[in-house]
């Protein structure tokens, strides 16, 4: 089955930079979405930035736009997500997740797979 490992998480400052990594293992479906969600402490997930391979649009949250790139590299089957500018508010646990189909921008929470996740911690 598929499966996704974040790496590239860790502790920053304010205004620091930092590039997450998903590596992508057991797919082989030529539509899909894939992206990066998001939750902080006590809040529920929430999508970052997404790619929907059938047209190679991309979504980002108003809270990344300006800020975070997201990019994929088909060779290496790793999709990355450059963070400048950190903010105390980006503080969360990231989560690669990808879903099959690719209909909609981003992955269907409830239909996609994810990954274990990475901390980012940005302090104030």
Do not use: N
């Given at each position: 089955?598929?499966?996704?490992?974040?790496?590239?998480?860790?502790?920053?400052?304010?205004?620091?930079?930092?590039?997450?990594?998903?590596?992508?293992?057991?797919?082989?479906?030529?539509?899909?979405?894939?992206?990066?969600?998001?939750?902080?402490?006590?809040?529920?997930?929430?999508?970052?930035?997404?790619?929907?391979?059938?047209?190679?649009?991309?979504?980002?949250a108003d809270s990344a736009k300006g800020r975070f790139t997201i990019s994929s590299d088909i060779a290496k089957n790793t999709m990355y997500l450059q963070m400048n500018s950190l903010k105390p508010e980006d503080t969360a646990v990231y989560y690669c997740v990808l879903e099959r189909r690719g209909i909609l921008k981003c992955p269907v929470p409830d239909f996609a797979t994810w990954g274990q996740g990475t901390q980012v911690t940005v302090s104030s």
């Open positions: 089955e598929v499966h996704l490992v974040e790496s590239g998480g860790g502790m920053v400052q304010a205004g620091g930079s930092l590039r997450l990594s998903c590596a992508v293992s057991g797919f082989t479906f030529d539509d899909y979405a894939i992206g990066w969600f998001r939750q902080a402490p006590g809040k529920e997930r929430k999508g970052v930035s997404c790619i929907r391979s059938s047209d190679g649009s991309i979504y980002y």
